[in-house]
């Protein structure tokens, strides 16, 4: 899993999978939903992100998996 933030756009994308997205569904304005050929949730777009979500702190509570931090 990766998020991903575009400042240019302001939006941030949480890729969830590396299977291809073949379908989108905006489920409440500025949020889409990407599904695989499968109907599989694949990624997450969220538009206006600074607006949406508090970036000041990012927890991660009981994560199976290695935590790689990169910064800006």
Not at 23 to 42: A, C, F, M, Q, T
Not at 43 to 64: Q, R, V
């Amino acid at each position: 899993m990766t998020i991903k933030y575009y400042p240019e756009t302001d939006s941030l994308y949480i890729d969830l999978s590396s299977k291809t997205s073949t379908d989108s569904k905006e489920i409440s304005p500025g949020i889409v939903l990407d599904y695989d050929e499968k109907g599989n949730l694949v990624g997450i777009d969220i538009d206006k992100a600074s607006a949406i979500l508090d970036f000041k702190n990012l927890n991660l509570i009981k994560i199976p998996a290695p935590i790689h931090v990169l910064s800006a």
